[in-house]
T-cell receptor
Framework: ETGVTQTPRHLVMGMTNKKSLKCEQH?????MYWYKQSAKKPLELMFV???????ENNSVPSRFSPECPNSSHLFLHLHTLQPEDSALYLC????????????????FGPGTRLLVL | GQNIDQPTEMTATEGAIVQINCTYQ??????LFWYQQHAGEAPTFLSY????GLEEKGRFSSFLSRSKGYSYLLLKELQMKDSASYLC??????????FGAGTTVTVRA
């Protein structure tokens, strides 16, 4: 149990569908992240939120829309996706700041396996 | 940005030692992490290096040389449960992590 949960664990959607991925962290962290993991490729950072404010949008297409209503919850809204968007979407959280002692390890959720048909 | 290289696959025998190398070229450096990821599961934190030298944690050790842009993860007394993907990640001065593609380690009996 890593303290970061994601739902759903698996999702199949058509290119015209709209769906949302949900992430919740129970660790009291102040930063949350969305990553994309494709087969045999490095994890790609998509979005970063610090204290509920988006601080990073790593040139992600607008068909991916993040939402962070509070420091414990993070959503990724999906619409008109393409088959190449099929991947594992991982959420992570960390405690950022000097008081954290420098390590600021990111803790990952189990991911949502997305298939776009 | 960061360019992080690690071997794609490694195979070793139960009880043996395996060393996974990671080289990086960075525009800034603020620590190097190793994560373990079993198939279908979340990456889990293994080790963190920010200064040169060796960090030991039980059967796992990680080494860093900042001048060479080089790290390795050493897995000793391999067990079947160590079969997984091992991810090298470098953190930049903005505290963003950049990951290598991962090394799949297969442990054989």
């Amino acid at each position: 149990e890593t303290g970061v949960t994601q739902t759903p664990r698996h999702l199949v959607m058509g290119m015209t569908n709209k769906k949302s991925l949900k992430c919740e962290q129970h660790l009291g962290h102040n930063a949350m992240y969305w990553y994309k993991q494709s087969a045999k490729k490095p994890l790609e950072l998509m979005f970063v939120y610090n204290f509920k404010e988006q601080t990073e949008n790593n040139s992600v297409p607008s068909r991916f829309s993040p939402e962070c209503p509070n420091s414990s919850h993070l959503f990724l809204h999906l619409h008109t996706l393409q088959p190449e968007d099929s991947a594992l979407y991982l959420c992570a959280s960390s405690q950022e700041g000097i008081a954290s002692g420098g390590q600021e390890t990111q803790y990952f959720g189990p991911g949502t396996r997305l298939l776009v048909l | 940005g960061q360019n992080i290289d690690q071997p794609t696959e490694m195979t070793a025998t139960e009880g043996a030692i395996v060393q996974i190398n990671c080289t990086y070229q960075t525009s800034g450096f603020n620590g190097l992490f190793w994560y373990q990821q079993h198939a279908g599961e979340a990456p889990t934190f293994l080790s963190y290096n920010v200064l040169d030298g060796l960090e030991e944690k039980g059967r796992f050790s990680s080494f860093l040389s900042r001048s060479k842009g080089y790290s390795y993860l050493l897995l000793k007394e391999l067990q079947m449960k160590d079969s997984a993907s091992y991810l090298c990640a470098v953190r930049d001065e903005d505290y963003k992590l950049s990951f290598g593609a991962g090394t799949t380690v297969t442990v054989r009996a």
